[in-house]
């Protein structure tokens, strides 16, 4: 997938200082901070500042400060007399010059219009006449009405028009979609769910007046759009994960205090929030990591006499955070991996977490005298292999005859480190997306053990993303229109946290439907940290060979 790293930080930037805020595709509720702090000499750019350029620049809102000054750089929009006026409202002549200049139209062409208000000698006519010969605008009663206001549906349907936005009436999620006219529902619909023009809690407010400063915001976007769709579309989707990791990541710092080596309450918890990038305070991680020497000091280095899994947890935990697992309070925790027989004692699961605990950082297998049979790569990753039901996927269990959602997406993480170099796993790996591929429900949803619940679907996204699968695109996983990512967005609470089964759904004796669940938000959080990494190019979630 190709990305233009500047451009895809620009959109990203002017994604996120935008208020106007609806319930549509993009939530950026938790934004308003974040972007005050940004100044316009951040901006890539060798032009001058607008600060310098506009004498009513604090009169600019923080939202449009970088939109404003890649529409002046771009030559959009231009100020007057020294200021740029952003709460001004823009005429429809004015804003048809921006919407030539942003599209590159040439304006000498012959004549089309007939517009009984707009004459030749007008500094708007050639602007005008190309925008009507290329079907962006239209007259009403010959005439144009060059000096009205533009209202935000009338912009929605010149910019729908202009970049040539597909409608979709499956579904709308604007709250004052019945005040919107008729003839511009559907391209309202379009650049909303582009967010390209959104609105604010109240709605979208078709009829408002277009602003100085909002359709600078929108032509900048619309720019951007028409200059890279797929770098555009993909800087929506990560805003919107981003928002999701900030919510979460808030709450799993409220909720655990005191990571400690655990399944829940700890060590996955800390996983999680070093690979989403959030800035943490690194008293937290110093807390946990003095929890794990402590723990080891009075076990005397042991964490569990068959569940090796435990070790596997503080190896990725530790790794994440740069921490030398060789050396834990004298312990060296590659240790006891080294026993094969001991370590597949746990079933698949062993094997498995060890290779993902193990390829991490790829981590060598101590050699331990003693151990009845020395643990090797080859003999993990052959296990696997061999416990692969018929058919494709896995289980839990030396014999199972039905394979399961979360072992499969496991059995799959394990073993992508070896996908394109082993014609076997890659076989094998086939045929489990294969599986999971068929035994997706409606709407994007995975069981497991009776009952559709995050979990299952947040594995799912950690190994689609691993393969360099996009899970929200990928037409495999996609049922209804709805992608596995949205499955498990959908399983967000408001607080931050993941409901295990939502309310209403069958109890498969986890957490009660309905209820906020703390191993439930620790897997959606990797899993979301997992998807936004690979939109953003970054090393797979596993793969921790980036932390210094």
């Known amino acids: 997938m190709r990305r233009n790293k500047w451009l895809a930080w620009l959109l990203i930037v002017s994604l996120i200082l935008s208020t106007f805020m609806t319930n549509a595709s993009v939530s950026l509720a938790n934004t308003n901070n974040e972007s005050s702090s940004l100044e316009t000499d951040q901006v890539p750019t060798s032009k001058p500042s607008i600060k310098a350029l506009y004498s009513d620049y604090n009169t600019i809102s923080s939202w449009a400060v970088v939109a404003i000054q890649q529409a002046t750089n771009q030559g959009f929009i231009q100020g007057s007399d020294g200021k740029f006026n952003p709460q001004s409202s823009i005429t429809r002549a004015e804003f048809t010059k921006i919407l030539v200049l942003l599209l590159n139209l040439e304006t000498d062409v012959e004549q089309t219009i007939s517009f009984a208000d707009v004459a030749s000698k007008d500094w708007h006519y050639d602007y005008v006449n190309v925008a009507y010969k290329n079907g962006l605008i239209n007259g009403y009663n010959n005439k144009f009405n060059p000096q009205a206001t533009i209202t935000r549906e009338e912009m929605a349907v010149i910019i729908s028009r202009a970049l040539k936005l597909t409608t979709d009436t499956s579904k709308s999620s604007i709250k004052d979609i019945n005040k919107i006219s008729a003839w511009a529902k559907l391209d309202v619909e379009a650049v909303v769910r582009l967010g390209i023009i ?77 690979r989403s990038g959030k800035q943490i305070d690194q008293a937290y991680y110093a807390k946990y990591y003095g929890n794990v020497v402590q723990t080891l000091k009075d076990n005397a280095g042991k964490l569990h006499n068959v569940k090796y899994t435990e070790y596997d947890r503080v190896i990725l935990a530790l790794t994440a955070i740069g921490k030398d697992i060789k050396d834990v309070a004298g312990y060296d925790l590659r240790k006891p991996l080294a026993d094969y027989e001991t370590l597949i004692k746990q079933g698949i699961n062993g094997p498995i977490f060890a290779l993902i605990a193990l390829d991490s950082k790829n981590y060598e297998i101590l050699k331990v005298e003693g151990v009845k049979t020395q643990t090797t790569r080859e003999l993990l990753i052959q296990f696997i292999l061999d416990r692969e039901i018929a058919g494709g996927g896995w289980a839990l269990g030396s014999n199972p005859t039905e394979a399961d959602t979360d072992i499969t997406a496991m059995a799959v993480q394990g073993l ?20 999971l591929s068929t035994v997706l429900q409606s709407d994007g949803i995975y069981t497991s053990w009776g009952a559709a619940n995050s979990e299952s679907i947040a594995q799912v996204v950690v190994a689609l993303t691993g393969l360099g699968i996009n899970p929200d695109q990928d037409t495999r996983f996609i049922k209804n229109g709805e992608s596995v990512v949205d499955a498990l967005l959908g399983y967000a609470s408001s607080n931050g946290g993941f409901y295990h089964v939502k309310s209403g759904g069958a109890d498969n004796g986890g957490a009660k439907p309905g209820e906020v669940d703390l191993m439930a938000t620790d897997q959606a959080f990797y899993a979301l940290s997992s998807y936004e990494r690979f939109l953003t190019n970054k090393n797979r979630l596993y793969d921790m060979t980036d932390v210094k």
């Open 416 to 435: 992508t480190p070896y996908y394109k170099s082993d014609v076997k796993v890659k076989a094998a790996v086939d045929r489990g997306l294969a599986w």
């Open 198 to 274: 959104v609105g604010d809690a109240a709605g979208f407010n078709p009829q408002a007046a277009v602003t100085r400063e909002m359709a600078a915001v929108v032509a900048v976007r619309s720019y951007l759009y028409k200059q890279d769709t797929e770098a555009y579309i993909t800087s929506l989707e990560v805003t919107k994960i981003n928002n999701q990791l900030k919510k979460t990541a808030t709450f799993l710092l409220g909720s655990v205090t005191d990571p400690i080596i655990a399944s829940v309450g700890g060590d996955w918890t800390v996983f999680g929030l070093a």
